[in-house]
């Protein structure tokens, strides 16, 4: 087990660097922080009225983030996999109640850090909080523009337009949670993938 979380942590300390362009200060301290998980299919890592104690850094696996409506339908705002970065933002950041559920939905290997040791990690190390700003700058700029660019679309459009720009996804999830992604039905999605 030592030699797959060493694996699972030079996986998390290239991540680290790449995006850094250098190796930063007290990298071993950093990622030795961090805990492993490996999770099955169907794990819910949050759920809605939790508070989020942890941010998750996925080495294999993808995870799912939606809420719930009334009615009981799903609507995910993100889907996340390799070599991302996943939590519940503002409920991480101000220690409130979740309104999202994070769920695995394959087997995942997951390197996670507390809210605690996070924020001294952020405040004392700036490379580390130079991550964290990364970290809620893509999340932000990803789901606005998704959202932005879904509004436009009709049904048939959304689904070409996930197969160009997050094809890996296709072939990833069912129908059900694609058609949970784009904003339409099942039915939609099963009718309209035979166009394609």
Known sequence: MKSKFNDMLQVLQEHITKHLGKTPERLEEVSNAFEPLQLKRGAFLLRDGE???????????????????????????????????????????????????????????????????FQRFSSDIPAFAQIYQQILELSYSNTVYRVNTLTSLDALDRIKWLMENKPKLMTRLSSKLIASYLGISPETMTRLKGKL
């Open 51 to 117: 508070i989020c104690k942890h941010v998750y850094f996925i080495v294999e696996g993808c995870l799912q983030v939606f809420v719930i409506d009334k009615n009981g339908n799903e609507s995910t705002r993100e889907f996340y996999t390799e070599e991302q970065w996943v939590t519940d933002i503002m409920g991480f950041k101000n220690q409130q109640a979740s309104k999202e559920y994070i769920k695995c939905i394959e087997p995942c290997k997951l390197l996670r850090i507390h809210y605690d040791v």
